[in-house]
């Protein structure tokens, strides 16, 4: 696969994340006050970004790398 191709599809994946949580965070917004929703809206997308990001990184091993490691 082209890595361009991995990257835009990478990018579109965020994309989709932020998207599915945007409702979520628009209601959890409505309880802080007008001045801090902004900022606090960017700051909850980077920890997802970062959360994602993180979990695309750990290297946990397939079944059957498990179940060969057991033996």
Known sequence: ???GKLQS???L???EII?????KIKNI???TSVQERED???EIKIKILEKIDLLNHINCPGF???INNKK
């Open 40 to 42: 606090l809206e960017q």
């Open 13 to 15: 994946n965020y994309e």
């Open 1 to 3: 696969m082209d890595v």
């Open 64 to 66: 059957f790398d498990y």
């Open 9 to 11: 599809k990478q990018e």
């Open 29 to 31: 917004l409505k309880s």
């Open 19 to 23: 998207r599915d949580f945007n409702q």
